[in-house]
Each structure stands twice: as C-alpha cells, then as structure tokens.
C-alpha cells in the first residue's frame, strides 16, 4: 500500500470517527433535552440512569475527548435531583470532579460548557463542611465561561441566574436578555429554545422583584420621614 493511501485512509477514518461521536453527542443531548423539558419528574429519574449507561460508554470509547466526559457530567448532576441526600451528594462530588478532567482535556470543548456546568454546581452546592459550594469560584468559572462563548445562551442564562441568586438585578437583567437575543443552534433548536423561555421567565422575575425593591425602598423613606 503507498504511503500516501495509508495516510488518506488514517485521515478518512478519523473523519468518520469524529463525525460518530458528534452524532453521538447530540442524541444524548436531545434525549436530555427530552426527559428535563418533556417527562413528568416523577419519571426522569430512571431515565437519567438509562442516559448515564450510554454516556459511560461514549466516555470510555473516547477517553481522549472531553464531550463525553462533559455530558456524563451533566447527566450525573441533573439525576442528583432524583436521588436520596447521601447519593445525590456523591453524584455532584462525581460530576465535579469529572468537569475538571474535561477541563485538563480541552477548555474549550462544547463551547466552554464544562465552566458552564461546573460554576453552576460551585453556586447550587452546599458549602463545606457538607460540600463544596463556594460562590467566589462559581463566579470565576462562569465568567470563564462567557470568556469563551460571550454569546452561548447557556453561558449568559447560568450567570444571570447566579446573579439572581446574590440580588444583583441589574446586572441579571442584562444576561438574561443577551440570551433570549442569541439564536438558538439549528442542530439543538428543542434544547436552545427552552432555556430560552427559562430566560423569559428569569427576566420577568428579575424585573418583578426590582420593582418590589424600589417600592419597598420608597415605603422604607417615606415611613422615615413620618416619625420625624
């Protein structure tokens, strides 16, 4: 066989193999998409475990790249809702520590979605002595994040959401609206578009609770000025 064929065939079958594995990784991302969004919670959890198996599998196919790696990640954590205290904290210890692997593999893989997911678990955790929640590295992670996709509607949403959560609404307010603007991907419009609705629904929050505050703001003024 000439060289130059064995290197033609090298280069096709590394095509065909990474056309497989995104193939791969975008099933798993509609299945996710369809049990979070679709399935009654009660059921989800079976599910996830049945999603978990396959992205395992990928994982060990592809010990190389980081998306597998990502997305067992992901389905790890999102199944720690389904579980009891003590598993569902291991799960989230597990998808940690699985999101940092990613991370030494390629930073940049999916976009940035391992800050992405990995500041969000950094925010929603419990803090030490129970787990590792720690919001000053949560707000790095996802600053990276948005370093690496300004304009990824799942990196402006998480953050905003973060922001949420410490009551910095003004800032929310404008993450939020940057991903209800982004256009959803076409090869993951179903997933794209929901989390687009969770922004609606996060900055009409958003904007409700700065209203409560100015009204309480002004009530606590005007009430001081009465008792002088």
């Known amino acids: 066989m000439k060289k130059t064929t064995f290197v033609a065939l090298l280069l096709l079958s590394s095509q065909c193999l990474a056309e497989n594995l995104n193939d791969s990784l975008q099933n798993i991302e ?68 699985l999101l940092h692997k990613a991370i030494v593999i390629n930073p940049q893989a999916m976009s940035g979605s391992a800050y992405v997911t990995l500041g969000t678990l950094y925010y929603m955790a419990p803090k030490w002595p129970i787990g590792f929640g720690d ?60 989390l687009k609705e969770d922004a609606k629904r996060a900055l009409k929050n958003t904007k409700e609770r700065k209203i409560s505050s100015s009204k309480s703001l002004f009530a606590s003024l005007f009430n001081s000025e009465s008792v002088k």
């Open 135 to 194: 919001e000053a590295t949560a707000e790095k992670l996802l600053q990276t994040a948005l370093k690496i996709n300004p304009d990824g509607i799942d990196s402006n949403y998480f953050y905003g959401d973060f922001l949420l959560s410490n009551n910095r609404l003004n800032e929310a307010e404008k993450y939020f609206k940057h991903a209800i603007a982004v256009p959803a991907r076409t090869e993951q419009a179903y997933a794209d578009n929901q």
């Open 30 to 97: 509609s299945e996710w998409a369809s049990i979070y969004y679709r399935m009654p919670k009660q059921k989800r959890g079976p599910e996830y475990c049945r999603l978990l198996d396959k992205t395992i599998t990928l994982s060990r196919q592809h010990p190389k790249n980081a998306e597998p790696i990502i997305w067992e990640a992901i389905v790890k954590a999102t199944n720690a809702d389904h579980q009891d205290a003590v598993s569902a904290l291991k799960a989230i210890h597990e998808a940690r520590d």
